[in-house]
Every structure is written in C-alpha cells, then in structure tokens.
C-alpha cells in the first residue's frame, strides 16, 4: 500500500517520497472566483474539469470543489432540452403570431389543432450542467438537440373548434408531403362526411 501511495503521489508531479504533514490547501478568494468564472463560462464542465482549469488539482479534492460551487450558488442539475430552431425559422414564427392577433372570432373558429409527439424507445443521454435555482429555462444552461434516427414511435393528432378530433400512430419522420396526407385523408374525409351527413 505504501509502495503504490507513494507511486501515485509521484506519477501527479509530487517528487518528494516523505509525507507532508500540516492542514491541506484552503483555496483563497482570488482561486473561488477563478472556479466561479470558469464555470459561468462554460456550465457544462464537471467539477473535476472546474478544478483543473483553475490549476488546483493538486490542491483540493473533487468534492471539495463541487462544495465551493455550490457555495457560489451553482448547483448540478441535468440539462433542460429544447428544440433547435433557425433564425429563419424563429422570425416566420413571430410574424405568424402576429398577424392571429387581428383575427376574429369566426376566423378563429377554422382554425385546426395538430401536433405530433414522439415516444422514446431507448434512453436518451442526460448531461449535467453547473447553474443558480430558477435559472432552468434560460438557453445558457440548456441543450439545442436535434432529433436523430431512433427507435421511436410518433402519434400525430389533431382536434377542432366542434369536437372532431383525431389520432394516428405514424411510420418514420414526420413530413411535409405525409403531413398534408394526414391532412387529406383523416380531416378532409371526416369534414366532409359529417358535412354531407347533416344535409
């Protein structure tokens, strides 16, 4: 035990084979807020990666640093995820939400609901990251992810001022062209049958 203790000490840079006696290493002010800017900077380190980029791996333990974030109001806490929208994107959008602002009741009442979901299969990868309470929704602390191809299951549904409503289990990704599809083969057929029903 003593042979691989002293091994270890020497592969971390200490070259001295004695051991050192007195208190451990109590990080000053100036080495707290380095660990602190470090992390605002990026929040996604682990404390093990704060306390190396602040050159105090030798210095203090892993715990140890992870206490001295929490001190400083950084907690870990798993990654909010949010969908990935371009700039285009995000301003088609606002222009769309402001032009429902000028409808009336009766141009409110065709509009259509529909939305898809779609069901995890497999476990999804969790990342933590370093950040205040309350702060879970502001976009420096969550991840942009883009869905890719997994094994999964996506109900598309859709439901309407009147009642009618809707729902199908659908094969692969959900997109424009199949998108109309379930558009002309679930509201159409239904809208017209209930239409031509009450004549």
Same mark, same amino acid.
């Given at each position: 035990?003593?042979?691989?203790?002293?091994?270890? =000490?020497? +592969?971390?840079?200490?070259?001295?084979?004695?051991?050192?006696?007195?208190?451990?290493?109590?990080?000053?002010?100036?080495?707290?807020? +380095?660990?602190?800017?470090?992390?605002?900077? &990026?929040?996604?380190?682990?404390? =093990?990666?704060? /306390?190396?980029? *602040?050159?105090?791996? $030798?210095?203090? $333990?892993?715990?140890? *640093?992870?206490?001295?974030?929490?001190?400083?109001?950084?907690?870990?806490?798993?990654?909010? =995820?949010?969908?990935?929208?371009?700039?285009?994107?995000?301003?088609?959008? /606002?222009?769309? @939400?402001?032009?429902?602002?000028?409808?009336? $009741?009766?141009?409110?009442?065709?509009?259509? $609901?529909?939305?898809?979901?779609?069901?995890?299969?497999?476990?999804?990868?969790?990342?933590?990251?370093?950040?205040?309470?309350?702060?879970? &929704?502001?976009?420096?602390? +969550?991840?942009?992810?883009?869905?890719?191809?997994?094994?999964?299951?996506?109900?598309?549904?859709?439901? @309407?001022?009147?009642?009618?409503?809707?729902?199908? @289990? +659908?094969?692969?990704?959900?997109?424009?062209?199949?998108? @109309?599809?379930?558009?002309?083969?679930?509201?159409?057929?239904?809208?017209?049958?209930?239409?031509? *029903?009450?004549?």
């Amino acid at each position: 035990m003593t042979v691989s203790r002293f091994r270890k =000490r020497f +592969c971390k840079g200490d070259k001295s084979p004695v051991s050192k006696s007195g208190t451990k290493h109590k990080p000053q002010g100036h080495e707290i807020f +380095c660990m602190k800017r470090i992390s605002n900077q &990026n929040p996604f380190l682990s404390g =093990r990666e704060v /306390r190396d980029e *602040a050159r105090l791996n $030798f210095k203090i $333990f892993i715990p140890t *640093a992870n206490r001295y974030l929490r001190n400083m109001g950084l907690f870990g806490r798993i990654s909010r =995820r949010i969908n990935y929208h371009s700039p285009k994107n995000m301003c088609r959008r /606002r222009k769309f @939400c402001l032009s429902v602002k000028t409808w009336n $009741f009766e141009r409110r009442q065709q509009v259509v $609901f529909t939305d898809e979901v779609r069901v995890e299969l497999e476990s999804m990868h969790w990342m933590f990251v370093w950040r205040p309470i309350g702060a879970r &929704n502001q976009k420096k602390y +969550c991840i942009k992810w883009k869905y890719n191809e997994r094994r999964s299951l996506m109900f598309w549904s859709l439901i @309407c001022a009147d009642g009618r409503r809707d729902i199908v @289990c +659908c094969e692969g990704t959900m997109e424009s062209v199949k998108y @109309c599809s379930y558009l002309q083969n679930i509201f159409v057929i239904i809208w017209y049958e209930q239409n031509t *029903a009450t004549r």
